[in-house]
């Protein structure tokens, strides 16, 4: 999620919500990688599995590639007073490497996310207190965020 963060630096908080949507394909294909997950070519279930995963991905690449025109926002009340503001992305529309590496950032933290979910399910199938898992979890978060943050 920290890589999303960098990443909206590049891009627009549009692009962020449509690229997250790889996320459900990318575990796919690394479940299907680790063997956790088959696909069956000739049944029609494997040919949809395939199909989604695909269509998702172009998805991505497609909105990583494509950039734009800047929308100038209907709205002239300007909050607080603030007069000529542009939105957080509009300066990315004139760079499109800058956008391309935001895009490919996010990809990347998909891509982690994604092996973080699949991780999770092998390391936690043999425990049979997943309670106690999420305690530890989140104590190793609070640890992280006050090293992080001290």
Not at 92 to 121: H, R
């Amino acid at each position: 999620m920290n890589l999303d963060t960098v990443a909206l630096n590049y891009t627009t908080p549009t692009l962020s919500s449509a690229v997250s949507n790889s996320v459900p394909a990318i575990t796919f294909i690394l479940s299907v990688i680790l063997g956790m997950e088959s696909i069956k070519l000739r049944k029609q279930s494997g040919i949809a599995k395939i199909t989604g995963v695909a269509l998702s991905l172009a998805g991505v690449v497609m909105t990583a590639c494509y950039i734009g025109p800047y929308i100038k926002s209907m709205n002239h009340h300007h909050l607080l007073g603030h007069g000529n503001n542009h939105s957080i992305g509009s300066h990315v529309n004139s760079n499109k490497k800058i956008w391309v590496l935001g895009t490919s950032i996010m990809t990347i933290g998909n891509i982690t996310w994604s092996l973080w979910l699949v991780l999770q399910v092998c390391a936690l199938a043999p425990i049979p207190c997943l309670s106690c898992i999420d305690c530890i979890d989140e104590f190793n978060y609070f640890l992280e965020m006050d090293l992080i943050f001290k």
